[in-house]
């Protein structure tokens, strides 16, 4: 059920990293294979060296900040835009990674499960921080507190997945949402990102402020150039990701 192992975080981490740096990169899905998008976290693995004896104050929150929060923080601060292509179970850690990304697709049989109380836990990995932004803290407690499971449907009409599709469609409607993107002013969709991730917490006047800073650096990009030449050419524009 793709339960996040050690290495695998990392490797998230780092690709999510990559994808940033290479201008050749357009977009990013994440998606996974068999019957489950991700059952949350490994409680069963350990850090390579780690030890699994008694530990001292500040080691928990030390693993949840190196943990859990960098691995939804590389989706939240990826420069490219993420898709959560949610093919089954996404569970504790797993739903958080799905409603980081920037657009979320769930196939018929997805489920979401804010697993953590089940197991006597505080949410993690941004959890709190995220679905009160998405949902609004009410139905956010509903789900935390309850730790019921919801369907793809429903995860729709709360606002926390932006379409349900068959699951023999799923990786196909990903493919065409991703190459959309890609075709799109990179760099423009980065800054976009960044613009309405930090709208959430700041107050009009930082987000006025940003939105003009934002403005000014997109205006130095060549697809910008291209986007005004092409509308004042009456053509379509064709974007370079810089």
Known sequence: MNAVTWDQRERIIALLGEASADPDVRAVVLTATGRGFCAGADLRGAPPGGSRGPGVPGDVARTIRLGAQRLVGAVLDCEKPVIAAVNGTAAGIGAHLAFACDLVLAAEPATFIEVFVRRGLVPDGGGAYLLPRLIGPRRAKELMFFGDAIGAAQARELGLVNRVVPAEELE???????????????????????????????????????????????MTTRDATEGV??????????????
């Open 172 to 218: 196909k409607t990903a493919r065409e949402w991703a190459e959309r993107l890609a075709q799109g002013p990179t760099r423009a969709l980065a800054l976009t990102k960044q613009l309405v991730n930090a709208s959430l917490d700041s107050d009009r006047a930082t987000a006025f402020a940003a939105e003009a800073a934002a403005q000014e650096i997109n």
């Open 229 to 242: 030449a092409s509308f004042v050419e009456r053509r379509t524009p064709k974007y370079e990701g810089r």
